[in-house]
């Protein structure tokens, strides 16, 4: 079965840019999450959708940064303007469960690395 | 806000040897995940607990789930250099509304052939 497939894997682009990640969750699972990754804050959540709904976006750093899911199989999270700080890498997530309440582990993909300059 | 205390966050050890890390919370936990991510990849799951006291194998790995719901740890025995990578242990809280999790920051595991 297909994984969590993100893209681009690599995205190289200079400050003011706007920046566009792409995520396809695995077929089925209704909860999808996008997560920050740095060396200085390990693993930071920025914001999750349950059946394509945006439920908490309290870990957003700023208005800067937005992210849809437009349908069941689809989300993006978007940069703009992007600036040098916002490089990391960034990991889509998704898993299973209800509507209310889910123990059914998140499944990751591989992550884009983002480098702004 | 909740935070997962992981240990050690660094371990260099020889090939063969048993490794154990752990992680506390001062809150409560429904679920405990043990997660390995390797260099360039995403975190792949790899032990899912979700009762206090539970024990869970999966091949050389074996996971527990604390009886006070506070603290899991994570043995590998007879370690391999395939082994190499950085560990997470991850909870979802008790009461949590949906699927969030709180991560921990990670064991660098270093294996010495």
């Known amino acids: 079965d297909a994984g969590v497939i993100q893209s681009p894997r690599h995205e190289v682009t200079e400050m003011g840019q706007e920046v566009t990640l792409r995520c396809k969750p695995i077929?089925?699972?209704?909860?999808l999450f996008w997560y920050r990754q740095t060396m200085m804050r390990g693993l930071e959540l920025l914001i999750y959708?349950?059946?394509?709904?945006?439920?908490?976006d309290s870990g957003m750093p700023e208005d800067r940064f937005s992210a849809k899911m437009p349908n069941a199989s689809f989300s993006t999270l978007k940069i703009q303007p992007s600036e040098p700080r916002d490089s990391a890498v960034y990991f889509c997530?998704?898993?299973?469960?209800?509507?209310?309440?889910?123990?059914?582990?998140?499944?990751f993909g591989d992550g884009t690395r983002l480098s702004i300059l | 806000g909740q935070q997962l205390n992981q240990s050690p966050q660094s371990m260099f050890i020889q090939e063969g040897e048993d490794v154990s890390m752990n992680c506390t919370s001062s809150s409560i936990f429904n679920t405990w995940l043990w997660y390995k991510q390797d260099p360039g990849e995403g975190p792949v799951l790899l032990i899912a607990?979700?009762?206090?006291?539970e024990l869970t194998s999966n091949g050389r790995l074996t996971a527990q789930f604390g009886i006070t719901r506070k603290d899991s740890f994570l043995n590998i025995s007879a370690s391999i250099p395939s082994d190499v990578g950085i560990y997470f242990c991850a909870g979802q809280p008790r009461g949590n509304a949906g699927n969030m999790l709180t991560f921990g920051g990670g064991t660098r595991l270093m294996v010495k052939p």
């Open positions: 607990l979700y009762k206090a006291g």
């Open positions: 077929s089925g699972h209704d909860y």
């Open positions: 959708f349950n059946n394509n709904v945006p439920i908490d």
């Open positions: 997530a998704s898993s299973g469960g209800g509507q209310f309440y889910s123990n059914q582990p998140q499944h």
